[in-house]
């Protein structure tokens, strides 16, 4: 089942073309990765997936991007909404400098949401569910950039589960991390699609082939490719993909 219909979806900077007419939908409670070199399109295209573009100067958008059917560049569409919809976590951990609990339940004050009780079992609910909630809950009076990266990039994505996202897109949320705390952050990408849809861009093909059910692969601002993983890696249909899984490009 599609939680995400894209259709002619284009994005200019100026009169930069940087997404060309992509067409793709996204499976709800499946991990999709984004393959390609730098500058082709990758972030660009998962950042119109909760219209961070927006943010943006002399950025313009046409087709379209529905999300549980509802069209987000429509002008009724609420972006608050939105955000709570669909969570992002960074390349980089971008935890605020304040302390552990306020991080998590930053989100769910600027909801509305300003129970005590409440916000504490979204704390422990949502560190829990990134297998923090053991290392901090002594100290989550503590400022949350005196974590270790790894565990700053656990929080971000606590962060996002305390206000019950559907969808969380990933910006090559591994690169700043060691090979051991890159294999924690993809177990727990194993256990958190079990409640979410996940969209992740990397630049770690083996990492996309380990994570992922579908694979999307970007050149240029197109779309080349896109389907199952398994079948992307192993017998991909076009021949710039081919070309790019195999190293002879990129």
Known sequence: MSIIEVNNLSLFYGNFQALKNINLNVEQQKITALIGPSGCGKSTFLRCLNRMNDLIDDVHITGSVKIASHDIYHNSFDLLGLRKKVGMVFQRPNPFPLSIYDN?????????????????????????????????????????????????????????????????????????????????????MYELKKQ????????????????????????????????ETTQIFTSPKDSRTEDYLTGRFG
């Not at 700043?176 to 727990?188: G, H």
């Not at 992922?212 to 490719?225: K, N, W």
């Open 196 to 227: 979410y849809t996940i969209i992740i861009v990397t630049h770690n093909m083996q990492q996309a082939a380990r994570v992922s059910e579908y694979t999307g692969y970007f050149l240029l601002g197109d779309l080349v490719e896109f389907g």
């Open 104 to 188: 998590v339940v930053y989100g769910l004050r600027v909801h509305g949401i300003l129970d005590k009780k409440i916000m504490e079992e979204k704390l422990k609910w949502s560190l829990e569910s990134v297998h923090l909630w053991a290392e901090v809950k002594d100290k989550l009076d503590a400022n949350a950039l005196t974590l270790s990266g790894e565990q700053q990039q656990r929080l971000c994505i606590a962060r996002l589960a305390a206000v019950e996202p559907e969808v969380l897109l990933m910006d090559e949320p591994c690169s700043a991390l060691d090979p051991i705390s890159t294999a924690k952050i993809e177990d727990l």
